[in-house]
Structure formats: structure tokens, C-alpha cells
């Protein structure tokens, strides 16, 4: 078993908060926002699952917009936190 810690690759935790319901869930680096909100019981809608028909569209504070499906948790940085907006469209 290769020990990848010896090559300097640790497993990273990042405490994500999806507001406004407050739910706060621990995530690993390169994990999708979707699976992550999933795991925590936290409803994004879906279309396509491909990035391009903007369903699971979300703010990552900070950043701007992003698509939850194809967005995955960024090294760097503790705790994020996404705030989920209910488009009357979807
Ligand atoms: S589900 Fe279509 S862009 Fe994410």
C-alpha cells in the first residue's frame, strides 16, 4: 500500500454551510458541491448534470456563481459557504 502522505498529499476537510437553511457538512478537497450538499441532505435541483442548463446554480461566497454539479471544493481555504437561491424558473 502506497502511504501518500510520504508524498506530501494529505486528505483535506472543509467545513461547507449552505445557507439559508444553516447546515454545515465536512467535505474533501475535489469533491462536487452537489455530492456534497446530497451527503448533507441539502436539496440542489438537477438538470443535466453536465454543467451547461445552469439548474444547480448556486453563490459560493466570494466567488460568484457556480454550477454545483461540475464545481468540486477548492483547496485553500477552511470553511466556505453556499447560499442557495430558489429560481421560480426550476
Ligand atoms: S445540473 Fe445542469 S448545470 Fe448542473
Redesign the pocket.
Known sequence: MVNLESFGVFAVSILVQFLPDDVTVEAQVGESFLEVAQRAGVFIP???????????EVELEGEGDI????TSVPPGRSHLTINLFSDPTW
Do not use: V
Not at 438537477?46 to 444547480?56: F, K, P, V
Open positions: 438537477t438538470g443535466c448534470l453536465l454543467g451547461t442548463c445552469h439548474a444547480c454550477r454545483a454539479c461540475i
